[in-house]
Structure formats: structure tokens, C-alpha cells
């Protein structure tokens, strides 16, 4: 008798079906690992533009907030998240920095908002949308619109703030 080596066809249809069981249970948890990623990432660099606009009121001789590319130029933020066309794409995520404009009856104010570059299917960065103002409090919502504030009451409208 020979001794013959190496693997059936039927053992290596059996390795084969126990990966691809293996990469059906890895793969969906893998992918939402990195939208929960994408979406502390983000809530992070809101975190850091709210800072950002303190500190440069707080050392503007106006007292105005400033725009996105306002903040990278001051050195207050990063070039991705101050980038020059909004929205600035940062973490699978759309950026935008506005500051509105103060007159006799609106104190300085700002927006900043974040809107995931695709919300659906395999390939979504995010499920939730963000927004922020001079208030610090960070508001979410699912889906592909921010929450937004009116510009003179500053009520937000479209979510609920984080952590409640």
C-alpha cells in the first residue's frame, strides 16, 4: 500500500465552510466597530472645536468666534477639520465650522456640524449626525441631517443631546 499525503477534497470544503462562518460572524462586527469609531472620533473633534472657539474669543479684541479655516490659521485646530471647503471630510465624516455674525441684537455665535459621508449599507462611516454650538453641549441624531439651532433663540431642534 502507498502511503499517500495530504488533504481530501472533503476536508478542504470543510476548512473552507468553518472560514467563511468565521468571516460572516467577524465581518458585521468589524464594520461596526469602525463606525462607532468614526463616531467618537467625531464627537471628539467637536469637543476640540468647541474649545478652540473659547479660546479664540476669549483672545479675539471683538470677542467674535471664527470660521473653520479661521481656527486652523490661529493654530487652534488641526488643517483637516480647518479645511478651506466645507465640509471638511474627517473620519468618515463631513465638518462644518460657521460662525454667524454679531450685530447689536445677537451676541457672537457659532455653529458646527457633522454629517456621515454615507449612512447606509456596507460601506457607511456613520448612523448618527452631530451638532454644536457656543453652548458645549453636543446633540445627535440618526441619519444624514445634523440637528440645527435658530439663529436668534439658539433652541436646537432635530435631536437630543448626548449622554441623556
Known amino acids: 500500500m502507498k502511503n499517500q499525503k495530504g488533504f481530501s477534497l ?9 472560514i467563511g462562518i468565521i468571516a460572516a460572524i467577524a465581518i458585521p462586527n468589524l464594520l461596526a466597530s469602525r ?7 467625531t464627537v471628539a473633534s467637536l469637543r476640540t472645536v468647541t474649545g478652540a472657539q473659547a479660546t479664540f474669543q476669549a483672545t479675539s479684541p471683538t470677542g467674535d468666534f ?3 479655516t479661521a481656527l486652523a490659521t490661529a493654530g487652534l485646530i488641526d488643517t483637516v477639520l480647518g ?3 466645507a465640509p471638511c471630510a474627517k473620519s468618515g465624516y463631513g465638518v462644518t465650522i460657521a460662525a454667524l ?3 447689536a441684537t445677537a ?3 457659532f455653529n458646527a456640524s457633522a454629517v456621515p459621508q454615507s449612512s447606509t449599507g456596507v460601506g457607511a462611516t456613520g ?9 458645549g453641549v453636543i446633540y445627535a441624531v440618526l441619519g444624514g441631517t445634523a440637528p440645527s439651532a435658530t439663529a436668534d433663540t439658539r433652541v436646537v431642534s432635530g435631536g437630543a443631546p448626548l449622554n441623556q
Open 10 to 18: 472533503i476536508e478542504l470544503l470543510i476548512v473552507v465552510v468553518i
Open 35 to 41: 463606525r462607532a469609531a468614526n463616531e467618537g472620533s
Open 66 to 68: 471664527a470660521s473653520g
Open 83 to 85: 479645511c478651506a471647503t
Open 101 to 103: 455674525v454679531k450685530d
Open 107 to 109: 451676541p457672537a455665535r
Open 127 to 135: 448612523t448618527r449626525s452631530f451638532y454644536t454650538n457656543e453652548s
